[in-house]
């Protein structure tokens, strides 16, 4: 049996294509292809062959590297293909019509037409364009794969009257759930792509909001800055109200170093701002949080209350009230037993339910089907 995985937008050890899926399924299947952009023609890491393309500078561009990323599939001749981005969805049936006995797996990693109703990438005036027209065509040509994957229920929900064979594969964290102390460096962190639109200027304030009782108060935000405009206006802030020494940048780092920033912590934020998109995705980062043993802020959104209720491994807040946000970090900083408790709740969870453990034995099993199915 062999396996193609394809990406326009991804990077080649992207964590869920890669180091989830890829690694998972190459624990029963010997021959794998990943096609992706990258600077490197063609090389081998951990047992999985890697085509590069050149990289696109523009969402234009990455439509027009479809036809290039499914010219060198179809080289490939696998039997079943996996493919992670939007705009393939109107690139992949020239594979089937070329391989006409092949699979295709379409995986859905956000809702689509909400991202495109928010998107700073198309102009204000287009977006309800754009998103009535992502919204048609991917239910229209839902119909024609083999079988599609969303990373959570709401947008399964979305796929299910248009095929049969929809199924859900959760981002859960893949950081073993380990209760290691480290020497904690940092009292909160924020790990991702950062933007206003996943709280950061809001976080910034709860931060100076604390200072006061907390004048050592120490925040870092581990990723990179996806939001120029934002960026700004937290820096402007952070100079202001002379936060220099209180909150901290790293830049995006290597997704192997991530687990070490969160274990030095003492609580997670994943404070995401009520946005359509956000009402429906599901934040890998706190399940990377509840894997290292450290309490949660969440927002009150459903993707993030559902599961942080549920084992009590954290805190609730309305996420545009910094001074809600303040007080649920002021809470767990001046008690540490409860901090520790929420934390140990959260590591219980991770190791009962919300592991990658869980949804590797989910897609071996989904292959094992699409394998045998006619």
């Keep these: 049996m062999k396996l193609c995985i394809l990406t326009t937008g991804h990077q080649a050890l992207d964590n869920r294509i890669f180091y989830k899926q890829a690694l998972t399924l190459r624990k029963k299947y010997d021959d794998i292809t990943l ?10 890491e951990q047992g999985i062959r890697i085509l590069g393309v050149k990289r696109a500078n523009s969402l234009y561009g990455r439509f027009q590297l479809g036809d290039t990323v499914v010219a060198k599939a179809i080289e490939v001749k696998a039997d079943i293909y996996h493919f992670h981005d939007f705009e ?15 699979k295709l797996i379409y995986d859905v990693h956000e809702h689509y037409p909400d991202m495109m109703s928010m998107s700073k990438k198309v102009p204000r005036l287009l977006r309800p ?14 119909k024609k794969f083999d079988q599609i994957i969303t990373a959570d229920d709401a947008v399964k929900e979305r796929f299910d009257p248009y095929n049969s064979h929809v199924d859900v594969i959760y981002n859960f964290s893949e950081f073993e759930p380990k209760d290691i102390q480290l020497e904690k460096e940092y009292d909160v962190i924020y790990q991702g792509g950062i933007t206003l639109e996943r709280g950061a200027y809001h976080l910034v304030q709860a931060i100076h909001l604390l200072k006061g009782d907390y004048p050592e108060i120490k925040m870092i935000f581990v990723g990179p800055f996806n939001d120029p405009e934002g960026q700004r206006l937290v820096d402007d802030y952070i100079k202001k109200h002379h ?7 790293t830049g995006k780092v290597p997704h192997v170093e991530v ?23 599901i934040p890998i ?45 002021n809470t767990l900083l001046s008690d540490p037993k409860l901090c520790h408790d929420m934390g140990a709740n959260g590591l219980k969870a991770v190791r009962e339910a919300y592991n990658w453990g869980k949804m590797e034995e989910r897609l071996l099993k989904l292959y094992a089907r699409l394998e045998v199915r006619k």
Excluded: W
Aim: charged content about 25%; some cysteine.
């Design 129 to 142: 364009l754009a998103t009535f027209v992502v919204d048609k065509s991917e239910i229209v040509l839902a």
């Design 285 to 329: 980062k706190q399940f990377e949080y509840m894997s290292c043993g450290i309490p949660v802020v969440g927002s009150n959104l459903p993707p993030i209350t559902r599961f942080l209720t549920s084992y009590n491994s954290g805190m609730i807040v309305d996420p545009t009230q910094p001074e809600e946000i303040a007080q649920a970090f």
């Design 88 to 102: 393939l969805i109107y690139k992949v049936n020239k594979i089937k019509k070329t391989l006409p006995h092949c």
């Design 243 to 249: 936060l220099e020494n209180n909150i901290l940048f």
């Design 35 to 44: 096609i992706v952009p990258d600077e490197r023609e063609e090389y081998m």
């Design 259 to 281: 687990e070490d920033y969160v274990r030095k912590s003492r609580i997670g934020a994943v404070t995401l701002l009520p946005l359509p998109k956000y009402y429906k995705n």
